[in-house]
């Protein structure tokens, strides 16, 4: 069963088994980074290799697999990656013959909208036109549509017909018909394994009666062969979403930047002000008011701790005379040796295996850790026997 943990849980399991291991337990934020997205891949790719050999879907990898979805293959025979595809490995394919009709077969060039929210949304309602039951897998990026494939063809439309979705938060995404087609005939498509891929890959349509086309996997777009199939309908699986422990770096305050010196202010010379803001704390300076606005320059006198660069920064009226608004200033530099990786959740990608899996990947990641130890110690050894030689 699928358990929620954070990567924060998972860099805390890594360091108990390297203490109960012989491994150094203190890993910086970077090297756990490193070993536990090279781990990731290895666990990944062994459940691949497994997969491909049964053809079976087991629960550690079945997550990672697309809903069908159409893709309209252009009149060169080209179906071009829309962006985020990520495509790793082809499940399966299907062929649709053309033909006279009223079902959608392809879409043109679309006007993309803007304020959506970005992700994928596979099986959305298309509205418009003359017809009706058509849906689409639409991708948005920068809250602007930047990919939308047939998926059902739906029925009674019409070449320029102009449709559109009701996606949340957003406004004026068109797209118009271009082809449409009669009824259709699904001919699945032989299997294209991983230990298949180089820089392409071709697999056959069989069928008992007739011959169907080749497609060659390219490193960015299908090309068919013949090019008048249409559209194709396709299931991949895409590319996980390896986990990242997010860290800053903070530290104590050392210089500062960016003075706004904001309005109203009372005049004068002001010790010890405590600065509010930015994700440390215990900083105070020493502020210096004329004409009413803070003036250069604010004065750290104690630094603080767990502050950030870019942290900005201000004070609150009453410590600074009782009037006034508006003061702010930035973190520009931290004291050398201050400075230290601190988690961040929010920066921090989690990690999306079950407790099973991550106790694997971990298992993984401490053998990745084991060697470079051993690595390290070589290296020591091999420059201190140098130079007693010498």
């Not at 960016?258 to 010379?269: A, D, H, P, S």
């Amino acid at each position: 069963m699928a358990v929620a943990y954070s990567i924060d849980d998972v860099k805390k399991l890594f360091g108990y088994r390297a203490g109960t291991r012989g491994i150094s337990s203190n890993v910086t934020a970077d090297k756990f980074n490193s070993f536990w997205n090279s781990a990731e891949m290895k666990f990944f790719n062994q459940l691949h290799a497994e997969y491909a050999k049964t053809q079976t879907i087991s629960d550690s990898i079945s997550k990672w697999m697309t809903d069908p979805m159409f893709i309209p293959v252009n009149a060169n025979g080209i179906f071009q990656f829309f962006t985020n595809m990520n495509l790793l490995h082809v499940d399966s394919m299907s062929n649709y013959v053309p033909a006279t009709g009223s079902n959608i077969a392809t879409l043109g060039t679309l006007t993309p909208g803007s304020g959506y929210t970005d992700g994928s949304y596979p099986q959305t309602p298309l509205t418009g036109g003359t017809g009706s039951g058509a849906t689409a897998y639409i991708v948005v990026l920068n809250g602007a549509i930047v990919a939308c494939l047939p998926q059902l063809q739906g029925s009674g439309y019409a070449v320029n017909d102009t449709l559109s979705a009701s996606l949340s938060g957003g406004t004026g995404f068109s797209i118009k018909v271009t082809s449409i087609t009669g009824a259709t005939q699904d001919n699945p498509v032989t299997r294209v394994e991983k230990f298949l891929w180089s820089a392409n890959t071709s697999s056959s349509y069989e069928y008992p009666t007739q011959q169907y086309p080749i497609y060659t996997q390219f490193s960015n777009h299908f090309e068919f062969a013949p090019k008048n199939i249409g559209f194709a309908k396709i299931v991949y699986l895409q590319q996980p979403i390896w986990s990242y422990w997010g860290y800053n770096l903070q530290g104590y305050i050392a210089t500062l930047t960016g003075l706004v010196g904001g309005t109203g202010y009372t005049n004068g010379t002001y010790t010890n002000v405590p600065l509010t803001g930015g994700l440390g704390n215990g900083a105070l300076a020493t502020i210096v008011v004329s004409g009413g606005v803070v003036i250069n320059p604010v004065q750290i006198t104690i630094p603080g701790k767990m502050y950030l660069t870019g942290d900005v920064l201000s004070a609150a009226a009453a410590n600074i005379g009782g009037t006034g608004t508006g003061f702010s200033i930035t973190v520009s530099s931290l004291v050398p040796g201050s400075i230290r990786a601190f988690y961040n959740p929010a920066i921090s990608v989690q990690p999306l295996w079950n407790s099973d899996d991550i106790s694997t990947i971990v298992d993984l990641a401490l053998a990745d850790a084991a060697i470079a130890a051993r690595d390290r110690e070589l290296t020591n050894f091999a420059e201190n026997t140098s130079n007693k030689i010498q």
